[in-house]
């Protein structure tokens, strides 16, 4: 079974441009996570999806970033306009409906804003 | 608000030395509890979880955890480290009001050979 994937591993932008993160799930995993770190900080929650609604977005940290999740399976992140604090790793997690807390983790876009 | 606090940002053993890495949680309620970890150039990966039960809960590779609620700890042991545990360790909860992760800020363990 294939784990949690994500696209690019590493994407190198300029502030005020727009980078798009990729990240497919676990197939069957109706939640999907979006958590973030920042360098020297501990990873933190974005927001949750379950199937293609958003549970909960209140780890978003400003209106420059969007998430979605059409039809319920893969999810983008979108930054824009990037900022130099943006920079970070950020992973993806799912998890099944059933036992959302056991939660398995893709290998994370590392950002970096120049 | 939850948090996770871990004692050790890093850590450095040899091997065969044993190993202890604190961790607390705040929160007054129910909660989950984790540890994660993560290996040179991989991902995210759970080593144990405690949901109920026993306190002492045993992962893989050899790590065990001890919950105390009294203390709102979860220390994460393994009595003879090796060199293949370089990695860093993230302890993390789950409370019974949601489904988000609240992590600590990692340790970073280097064993020696």
């Known amino acids: 079974e294939a784990g949690v994937t994500q696209f690019p591993s590493h994407s190198v932008i300029e502030k005020g441009q727009t980078v798009t993160l990729r990240c497919d799930p676990i197939s069957g995993h109706d939640n999907l996570y979006w958590y973030r770190r920042v360098m020297g900080k501990e990873i933190k929650f974005l927001l949750h999806?379950?199937?293609?609604?958003?549970?909960?977005e209140s780890g978003m940290p400003n209106n420059r970033f969007l998430a979605e999740r059409t039809g319920g399976t893969y999810s983008t992140l979108k930054v824009q306009p990037a900022e130099l604090e943006d920079s970070g790793v950020y992973f993806c997690?799912?998890?099944?409906?059933?036992?959302?807390?056991?939660?398995?983790f893709g290998p994370g876009t590392r950002l970096t804003v120049l | 608000a939850q948090s996770v606090s871990q004692h050790n940002h890093h850590v450095i053993l040899s091997e065969a030395a044993s190993l202890e890495l604190g961790c607390n949680y705040s929160?007054?309620?129910?909660?989950?509890l984790f540890w994660y970890v993560q290996y040179p150039g991989q991902h995210l990966q759970l080593l144990l979880k405690y949901f109920s039960g026993d306190p002492l809960v045993k992962g893989i590779k050899g790590f065990e955890a001890e919950f105390i609620k009294s203390k709102f700890s979860f220390n994460l042991r393994k009595p003879s480290v090796q060199w293949s545990d370089t990695a860093e360790y993230f302890c993390a909860v789950v409370s019974d009001r949601d489904d988000k992760i609240i992590f600590g800020k990692g340790t970073r363990l280097h064993i020696l050979p």
């Open positions: 929160y007054g309620g129910t909660v989950n």
């Open positions: 997690a799912s998890s099944q409906v059933i036992r959302p807390d056991t939660q398995y």
């Open positions: 999806f379950v199937k293609e609604s958003k549970q909960d």
